[in-house]
């Protein structure tokens, strides 16, 4: 199998390089239809093997939280890529489904649309006089059978629409009735899956991605609502001042004093910026969530901003004196997020708020509470370190930085790594 994978991957690039001026206007369309079956029958390949490496455990194995995280560092994608493909395998364990998408019935998104509606067909109908015990598998059957129909007519969007209400199709006698469970039942699934994602920045711009319940989008429409009205010659795009509204009210919020301590701190935007003491010059800055801004921003936060100073060394070292407390909080915590920039573990790309301060000298043990003594690591990387069956081990580099010393199997010379996710300016 694997022979054969590697060469369909080198006659598919040998096609993708095949001049295409030769051909008519029906076969460019025939062509691109022929191309797009040849994706989804190798994204069926790739979900039908991830669905093989989570039945044998591999992420954990190697080290990772969970299947998601092991595809972004196994085959280098972003995270979102990852999620789809972690859904695409979820929805190819049912045979009918997988065997809709190998015969071309189905792409991996209406796949994975089709598993959805299945997976949200109430379990508790058996209540209903109409229903026996044994009449849910046939119902869902019926469900599925009827929504990969559909799919030759509409696309995965239409098909979770239509999906909300697929008792009406398959079981019209219990549907309305059906429909308040399910309802009830939607609710608790749609707070259980929420979540608020920020992308790494491209270009400038953070994607802004995530899941809310009616009634919590609700709460945030009602909140950013009053800020989001056009003033006079006002030319910000509906979108454009959504987005600044929902700014606004997380600055009024900074702003209470009332948001739960972070840190050691009052919650606040944090920003380190390079300065030519000569110059007088402000140069680019960084925030502790790992974005760049540029130095005409940094003037502008400075206006209305608590400034601290931290003084880095020629090779990038804080330059700090001992703690003699327990805790690195307050001005000893912001050190640290300046210097590891997050968690620095060797490639780990969580930011500095999801990371602990961990003692390389146990305080225990007689280790110190400064800089030197201390690095961020996220919560993951805190309890792998903690462990002795990992083999990782942590000291301090001439140059203040610390070193990670990999176990044997992963390195039989343990050369010292660093985090290369987390640049040095």
Same mark, same amino acid.
């Given at each position: 199998?694997?022979?054969?994978?590697?060469?369909?991957?080198?006659?598919?690039?040998?096609?993708? +390089?095949?001049?295409?001026?030769?051909?008519?206007?029906?076969?460019?369309?025939?062509?691109?239809?022929?191309?797009?079956? $040849?994706?989804?029958?190798?994204?069926?390949?790739?979900?039908?093997?991830?669905?093989?490496?989570?039945?044998? =455990?591999?992420?954990?194995? *190697?080290?990772?939280?969970?299947?998601?995280?092991?595809?972004?560092?196994?085959? $280098?994608?972003?995270?979102?890529?990852?999620?789809?493909?972690?859904?695409?395998? +979820?929805?190819?364990?049912?045979?009918? #489904?997988?065997?809709?998408?190998?015969?071309?019935? $189905?792409?991996?998104?209406?796949?994975?649309?089709?598993?959805?509606?299945?997976?949200?067909?109430?379990?508790?109908?058996?209540?209903?006089?109409?229903?026996?015990?044994?009449?849910?598998?046939?119902?869902?059957?019926?469900?599925?059978?009827? *929504?990969?129909?559909?799919?030759?007519?509409?696309?995965?969007?239409?098909?979770?629409?239509?999906?909300?209400?697929?008792?009406?199709?398959?079981?019209?006698?219990?549907?309305?009735?059906?429909?308040?469970?399910? $309802?009830?039942?939607?609710?608790?699934?749609?707070?259980?899956? =929420?979540?608020?994602?920020?992308?790494?920045?491209?270009?400038?711009?953070?994607?802004?991605?995530?899941?809310?319940?009616?009634?919590?989008?609700?709460?945030?429409?009602?909140?950013?609502?009053?800020?989001?009205?056009?003033?006079?010659?006002?030319?910000?795009?509906?979108?454009?001042?959504?987005?600044?509204?929902?700014?606004?009210?997380?600055?009024?919020?900074?702003?209470?004093?009332?948001?739960?301590?972070?840190?050691?701190?009052?919650?606040?935007?944090? #920003?380190?910026?390079?300065?030519?003491?000569?110059?007088?010059?402000?140069?680019?800055?960084?925030?502790?969530?790992?974005? =760049?801004?540029?130095?005409?921003?940094?003037?502008?936060?400075?206006?209305?901003?608590?400034?601290?100073?931290?003084?880095?060394?020629?090779?990038?070292? #804080?330059?700090?004196?001992?703690?003699?407390?327990?805790?690195?909080?307050?001005?000893?915590?912001?050190?640290?997020?300046?210097?590891?920039?997050?968690?620095?573990?060797?490639?780990?790309?969580?930011?500095?708020?999801?990371?602990?301060?961990?003692?390389?000298?146990?305080?225990?043990?007689?280790?110190?509470?400064?800089? +030197?003594?201390?690095?961020?690591?996220?919560?993951?990387?805190?309890?792998?370190?903690?462990?002795?069956?990992?083999?990782?081990?942590?000291?301090?580099?001439?140059?203040?930085?610390?070193?990670?010393?990999?176990?044997?199997?992963?390195?039989?010379? =343990?050369?010292?790594?660093?985090?290369?996710?987390?640049?040095?300016?």
């Amino acid at each position: 199998m694997l022979v054969q994978a590697r060469q369909l991957g080198e006659d598919a690039a040998k096609l993708a +390089s095949a001049p295409l001026w030769p051909l008519t206007d029906d076969e460019i369309v025939d062509a691109l239809r022929a191309a797009h079956r $040849l994706e989804q029958a190798a994204a069926a390949l790739q979900a039908r093997l991830v669905q093989q490496a989570t039945a044998r =455990r591999l992420p954990q194995a *190697q080290g990772h939280r969970n299947i998601a995280g092991w595809l972004r560092a196994t085959l $280098l994608l972003d995270p979102q890529p990852a999620r789809q493909l972690c859904e695409s395998a +979820s929805a190819m364990a049912r045979p009918t #489904v997988q065997q809709a998408v190998l015969d071309g019935r $189905l792409d991996l998104r209406q796949a994975v649309a089709v598993a959805a509606t299945c997976d949200a067909i109430p379990t508790d109908l058996a209540g209903l006089d109409e229903i026996g015990p044994g009449d849910i598998d046939d119902i869902v059957a019926r469900a599925e059978s009827t *929504q990969i129909d559909m799919a030759g007519r509409l696309p995965a969007y239409q098909l979770r629409r239509v999906g909300e209400r697929i008792l009406a199709f398959v079981a019209p006698e219990i549907a309305e009735r059906a429909d308040e469970r399910a $309802l009830a039942q939607q609710e608790a699934r749609a707070h259980a899956h =929420r979540g608020l994602t920020l992308s790494l920045p491209v270009d400038g711009l953070v994607r802004l991605s995530g899941l809310l319940g009616t009634e919590d989008a609700a709460t945030v429409q009602a909140a950013i609502q009053p800020l989001c009205s056009p003033a006079p010659g006002d030319d910000r795009t509906p979108a454009q001042r959504r987005a600044d509204a929902l700014t606004e009210v997380c600055r009024l919020a900074l702003r209470t004093g009332e948001l739960p301590a972070d840190g050691g701190e009052p919650p606040q935007l944090a #920003v380190t910026v390079a300065y030519q003491p000569l110059t007088r010059a402000l140069g680019a800055a960084g925030t502790d969530t790992g974005q =760049r801004l540029s130095a005409e921003t940094v003037r502008r936060i400075a206006c209305d901003a608590r400034v601290l100073p931290v003084v880095l060394g020629t090779a990038g070292q #804080v330059l700090d004196v001992g703690r003699t407390r327990r805790l690195a909080t307050g001005s000893l915590r912001r050190a640290l997020a300046v210097r590891d920039r997050g968690c620095a573990f060797p490639d780990c790309d969580r930011p500095p708020r999801w990371t602990d301060a961990h003692h390389i000298t146990p305080w225990t043990a007689g280790g110190t509470t400064d800089l +030197s003594n201390l690095v961020l690591l996220c919560r993951h990387h805190h309890r792998r370190i903690h462990d002795p069956q990992s083999g990782w081990h942590i000291r301090t580099g001439s140059d203040g930085h610390p070193d990670f010393i990999p176990p044997p199997h992963l390195d039989q010379q =343990r050369h010292p790594r660093r985090n290369l996710h987390h640049l040095r300016r």
